[in-house]
Every structure is written in C-alpha cells, then in structure tokens.
DNA sequence: AAGTGGTCTAGACCACTCT
DNA sequence: GAGTGGTCTAGACCACTTG
C-alpha cells in the first residue's frame, strides 16, 4: 500500500512547530469556524468530502473531527453528519453553570436584570486583551435558581464585540446569555477558567439576595474564552451558599 | 480484506449492552489493572503482544489503551512503552488539589497531622458504600502552602481497605497521601467529586489557621473513587481563602 | 538494530437517518 | 437505497528509546 504523497506543512522532525496532519486538518476546521465559513447549528460537509478538499484519508479527517467534537466544538450525529455546536438547541443546557441546589434538583433557571451600563475600565479592559481605554459593558443581575434569589452576577463584556447590545436584547434572551452571545453577536465561549474564594457579603450583594451583611458566601470570578482562547467576559458573581453549593468533577 | 471473523461478546443491533470491540478490551485490560497483574508504574504489554492476546488488530487495542491514558489510568511513552499509571514518579504533582496562593506560584506542600482515629460512623459509612457499623479512619491534618497554614481538613477512610493504617505511615508520606494510599495500599483514586461552600470557620478550624471564629472560608466536600468509580475516601476541608482561592478550569 | 508507540492510508462492513 | 458517522482490519512508514 503506498503512503501519502502529501505536501506536509512542516517536514517531521527536529522542528519545534511540527504538528501532525490531522492536527494541521483541525487548525483548517478551525479557520472556518473562525471565518464563519460553517455556522453554529449548520452542517460541515461529510468526512468523505472534507477529505477530499484537504486530500487526506477519510482517517485523518476523523481523528482531526474527534478532537474537535471532543472539545465540544463540533457534534456528531450518527447517520446525520457533523454540526456547528451551538447553545441554541442543545439539551446541555446551563453551560459554565457549576452551581447547584443543596436538596432539589435544578429546575429552572431565572434571571433579574438590575442595569447595564457602558463605561471605561482599564483593569477589565487588559484581562479583556484590549487596550486600556476601550469601552465595557457592565451588566448586572441576580439569578434565580428554582424560582430562588442564588447568585447576584457583574458581567463584564468587551463593547466592541457586543456592538448594540441593550436591555431590550439581554431581556428578549432571559437568562440565556450565552446562547444570546453566539446568535446574536456570534461570539461562543468555549472554556472558561474560575476563581472562588469565601468573602462576607458586600452590603448591596447582601440585601440583593436577602441576607444580613457579613453572610459568607462564595465570589466566583469567571473569564470565558471564544475559539483561539481569546477571552471575552469576565464575571464576578456572589453566590449565597446557604442553600446552594458549587460542584466541581476533577478528573486525575 | 477481510473482516474480522471474531468472536463478540455482544452481537450487535438491538441489545442495549452492545459495547463496541474496543471497549471490550478496554475492559478485559481494566480487569487486569483490578486484578494486580499489572501494578502501578510497571509496563503493560505492547500492542501488538496485547493484539495477539485478545485476537484482535493493534488499531482496536490502541483505541482501548487511548481512552484508558486519556482517563490518565495508563501512560503511553513513545519508544519506551505503555505504563500503568502511579503518583509515585509522577510530575503532575498534587493530585485533585485545587487550592492555589493568590499571589506567588504554589512551590511547595506541607502537612501538620493532628490526629488519626478510628470510629465508626454510620453516615461517612453509608457515603463509601459500606456497612453502617463498619469502621473508618478519622485523619485531621492542617495544609501548608509554601510554608503558611491554608486548609484544615478531616479525612474519612474506610477502615477495611486501609488495614494497618498509622500515624507513623502518614508521617512517612508527609502530605502526599494519594501516593501513600496507592503504595501501601493499592488504592489508585482517578476521579474526584466535591461540593463547595462558603461558610464561617467554627473555632477550632480558626484557631488552627490563626484566624477569628466567623472568618469566611471555603468548605470543601469531596468523595475520591478508585477503579470502577468505588467510593474510598471522603474529606471536609476548611480553606483560608483571604490569599488562596480554588481554582476550576471548565470545559464547554 | 530492534522494539515501542505515533501517524497515515485504504478498504471493508456496520448502524443509523432520511427520503 | 443512498448517505452519514462508527468500527475494525492490514499494512506501511515514522520518531523515539534502549542496547
């Protein structure tokens, strides 16, 4: 059986960048999902078309999908074809939602919108990877958890990304915002990184969920990532724990 | 070519057990791990031994070795070979610790035994799966973050997988417990689940951080299973996260 | 040089979905 | 029945490790 013939884009070997072929496949998967080339939702062409349009065996073009439907980026469906993932229809619902109820299971999720603002901020800018003086949208609101005050939520989101958002949009998608993220501004988060710690409750935070001032509670601080790991949100979020708690899997 | 004209345990179709080839011999070589024939840091087989064993292509046994060093049960060292996984030599480091300094890089570990008990405790019982008047060992141990107090926690073993357990053999492990239960107990823990809270330190947490009763502080539950996702440990960890936090990485 | 895992191909058959 | 992803095989060549 003869070997590929193929032109590699880096020789194996001694190079630092080498990577392999299947890895260059899913960098290309990659730029089209970038240039909007297949959309969330939307179908990508079959294994044995993509293989053909990159001139590799059906086996490379699937370990390269593998890794992709792996990392949630792409979703296989058995005698269907391969699709875009995308919030809007998944049954995943609640993505980056570690926080659960103590007793009942978790119904229902609800969200009360305080205010959205756009304003300067240096500090969320640089975490942001944008320049210093541009624009935030600081959002505000306190999520429900089965009908019950949980969470109260600041939002932070880079301006230029989210051009045009307002109240009437975050109000439209309810408590969704990821999914409001990807339809309407194209922008999916892909992983996110968190930092929790216990503080006591700032006087606001506490009579927003109900509590005396000083009540422990956990300060998880999120920055979300969109395809390439560039980060484009950052969340500050006090959770009164009282009735709830933060669940994490670890894996080895 | 010709298909493989071997023997599955399961015909495809309709049942609802079918498993695939591959995971059959994922399971066959867990059992081999489960039975001891091949111990933690020792190779296992090559693939094509392994091939010949089960009768069946290297590609399917390299499918079923892959998800096992995917799920860091096994490490597959190119030219060397496949090796059973173990905290021994590792250099991932700290196991399932999510407790990070704020400010420094976390540089070194360290541990204060406060006690070792052993009781039986019918709801810590019940949570490892065993008998309600089994007994199980009560370990308190302070953690140190490069050289600062940072956790208070209470360990839960199940007395019966842990047989001989002693101050002195803690002690001689210092803080590296998971290594210890594996080398002197074989008990291999490969996923983790834990449920976090914010509360105020009871008194003789405080005191043992140096900190005021009612001091905010992360409580952290977790439950450790081993091979076949048996219960076989339980902690409670009261963590200082005025210059630590927990740290969570999520994925999609 | 021999042996190991890592990549890639080519081709077969299967299960599933849709028309 | 046609098309899709899912499994499995067989064989080639590569990179890496060890003697």
New interface residues.
């Given amino acids: 059986m003869k070997t590929a013939a193929l032109p590699r884009q880096q020789p194996p070997g001694k190079s630092p960048a080498f990577q392999p072929l299947y890895r260059q496949i899913k960098a290309l998967i990659t730029q089209s999902l970038v240039t909007g080339e297949w959309r969330p939702g939307e179908p990508i062409p079959s294994e044995i078309e993509l293989a053909g349009r990159y001139s590799v065996s059906q086996g490379t073009v699937r370990k390269a999908v593998g890794e992709l439907a792996e990392?949630?980026?792409l979703v296989r469906q058995q005698g269907k074809g391969t699709f875009v993932?995308t919030y809007a229809e998944e049954r995943s619902q609640f993505?980056?939602l570690?926080i659960n109820p103590d007793a009942e299971p978790m119904r229902e999720l609800g969200a009360e919108l305080l205010g959205l603002e756009r304003m300067r901020d240096p500090v969320s800018a640089r975490l942001l990877g944008m320049n210093a003086t541009a624009s935030v949208f600081v959002l505000r609101r306190i999520l429900k958890i089965n009908e019950r005050p949980a969470c109260y939520e600041e939002i932070r989101l880079p301006a230029a990304r989210f051009r045009g958002l307002t109240t009437g949009v975050v109000e439209q998608h309810e408590c969704m915002l990821y999914s409001m993220y990807e339809a309407r501004f194209g922008v999916r988060?892909?992983?996110?990184?968190?930092?929790?710690?216990?503080?006591?409750a700032p006087p606001e935070v506490a009579a927003a969920l109900h509590r005396v001032p000083g009540t422990?509670?956990?300060?998880i601080e999120r920055v979300a990532f969109t395809y390439g790991r560039e980060p484009s949100e950052l969340r500050r979020c006090y959770?009164d724990?009282q009735e709830h708690?933060?669940?994490?899997?670890?894996?080895?």
């Fill in positions: 990392e949630r980026v993932a993505p980056f570690s988060m892909l992983q996110a990184e968190e930092r929790v710690k216990a503080v006591a422990p509670m956990l300060q959770c724990s708690h933060y669940r994490n899997a670890i894996t080895g």
